[in-house]
């Protein structure tokens, strides 16, 4: 079984900045793309940001120049570092990872989700 823990969501004023983590564990081989997608009210859901394996990363028109996205291979973990947030930016926040686990094999898992609000 595979589980995808996110953190570092919340409140924060524009111009501030914050850092999402997400840390996958359970019976895993290997991960492939690790990536950000976030849903804001009355909206799709829309892909932010997202990693390759060998560290290739491509990013929504809207986020590029403010946000950075990462990833630790030893820590199973992706990070979205977010700065000169904006009103807009406001939405839940989902992690998303292609894994191959031991038993499972390759799917699709997805974080709970975290709120990022951007509001004076």
């Known amino acids: 079984q595979v589980q995808l823990v996110e953190s570092g969501g919340g409140l924060v004023q524009p111009g501030g900045s914050l850092r999402l983590s997400c840390a996958a564990s359970?019976?895993?081989?290997?991960?492939?793309?690790m990536g950000w997608y976030r849903q804001a009210p009355g909206k799709q859901r829309e892909l932010v940001a997202v990693?390759?394996?060998?560290?290739?990363?491509n990013y929504a028109d809207s986020v590029k120049g403010r946000f950075t996205i990462s990833r630790d291979n030893a820590k199973n973990t992706v990070y979205l570092q977010m700065h000169s947030l904006k009103p807009e930016d406001t939405a839940v926040y989902y992690c998303?990872?292609?894994?191959?686990?031991?038993?499972?094999?390759?799917?699709?898992?997805w974080g709970q989700g975290t709120q990022v609000t951007v509001s004076s």
């Open positions: 990693i390759t394996a060998g560290g290739g990363t």
């Open positions: 359970g019976s895993i081989f290997s991960i492939y793309n």
């Open positions: 998303n990872t292609k894994i191959r686990a031991l038993v499972a094999g390759v799917n699709d898992y």
